[in-house]
């Protein structure tokens, strides 16, 4: 009962003698009576219009022998005497013994429909007028005897004279180059079978330079035959020209944002190498020498008379011995600060494995107790270059990192998966959140690092917190 009454649509009952016993919001709002005014009270006779009694009596009647009816068109008078066409559905009503004991009438206020149908109707007998007043050009295609009439700018845009031009679609298409010909000829075949509007943009044959953006529509007569076609016609060369400026500019600094993170990355491999290689081996150098140092001395010093080894350590022996161990140990960890350099710079991993084996390695080598760090990866390999690899590795490294330096969580999900020809990561834990002003602090959170490193590849990046956790999304075009 309740769905009844709050139905988006005018639902009423009679009982077996025709007298309303259900009466819904929907009908009260449509015909203005509340439902205690017409409960009791006989549908037909006090709610039908008089030539349409008898034929909705019938409906009724045969609805209580068990024949329903759909979509029966029947006009009934509000309470303010405003005429409402409703579409009606007359549905048996029977109790849980299968008895009938009336009838459901489902009703569509179809007014509003035929009255759009009028103003629609309207609106394209003045649609011709109202085009040939603004500076587009407009046109209507008769398809019964093809004849096209065209807007005088029309005329102009196309760079044909009223005069002498015969106006049939055959010479309109001969006006237009071989693509834009076959653009057309497919989308009027579409339009005359579907009824969907088009849009399209076509050049001229003998003007490359011009591009005109042509919008479609199709009239049906009364009966629902395709009548005609009537539509705009605009120059949008300067605004071609400008979008296609626009794109070639932004696929120049594509392409230079590209070639910067290739530089770099190439710099990162000559700088990982120079610190490990030559550095580094100057360094490991440097250590055998010392440590040949002490051995000597240490040999040095076990040949020594009883008397001079006293003499020697009450003198600077064994404090240079110290100094020659601290230099060691001290060698030793600057040995180990290039190695973590040279890593950080160009981890080596980034050339040998793949995307899926590179961020599960990360993750194993990663040594934080209290955190439980997840990965769910699904991706193709072969869709993703190496430039996309190496980005995402080091945005995953940084969201890492900013989950567990800022959140302080008890697990992290890192998610990667590959779908519709993009690329998406998610790193996700359930830590403490961050406040709204914290994305747009300078460096806060390594965000513009992460920003830099997707304007090159189209990506973007949102960071949201919801459900008590962050999420930290990259999505980047494959």
Known sequence: TQLIDTANAPIFGIDKKGNVNEW????????????EEVRGKSFVETYITDEYKESVNDVLTRALQGEETANYEVPIYSKYGVRIAVLLNATTRRNTKGEVIGVVGVGQDITEINETKEELSSINRHFIQSQEASLTGSWEWNIQNDTIWWSDETYKIFEV????????????LDLLNKESQEKVNRQVKNILEDGQ????????????QKYLEGKGYLIKDKQ?????????????????????????????????????????????????????????????????????????????????????????????????LKELDESIDQLQKTIQTTREIAKELRPPQLDLLELKDLIESHINQLNYPGINIMSNIKINENEISTTIKETIYRILKEGLENAIKHANPKAIKVDVKSRKKEICLKVIDDG?????????????????????????????FTMKHQKQKTILETRIPI
Not at 167 to 172: A, G, H, L, V
């Open 197 to 208: 509007p088009y849009i399209h943009i076509i050049q001229l044959k003998d003007n490359k």
């Open 24 to 35: 819904n919001q929907k009908a009260e709002e449509i015909t203005g009576y509340s439902k």
């Open 432 to 460: 403490r959140g961050f406040k709204p002003d914290d994305i747009i602090k300078p460096g806060s959170f390594g965000l513009i690092g992460i920003e830099e490193q997707l304007v090159p590849l189209n990506g973007v």
């Open 161 to 172: 004279k009223k005069e002498s031009f015969k106006n049939t679609y055959k010479n309109y």
């Open 224 to 320: 629902g035959n395709n009548q005609k076609l009537i539509g705009i016609i605009k120059d949008i060369s300067a605004e071609h020209k400008l979008e296609t400026q626009l794109q070639e500019s932004q696929e120049r600094r594509q392409a230079l944002f590209k070639k910067i993170i290739v530089t770099q990355e190439d710099e990162r491999k000559r700088l990982a190498r120079d610190v490990h290689d030559d550095l580094g081996q100057q360094l490991a150098y440097l250590k055998i020498k010392l440590e040949l140092a002490k051995k000597e001395t240490v040999k040095g010093l076990s040949e020594m008379d009883h008397s001079n080894m006293k003499t020697c350590g009450s003198s600077s022996c064994a404090s240079s």
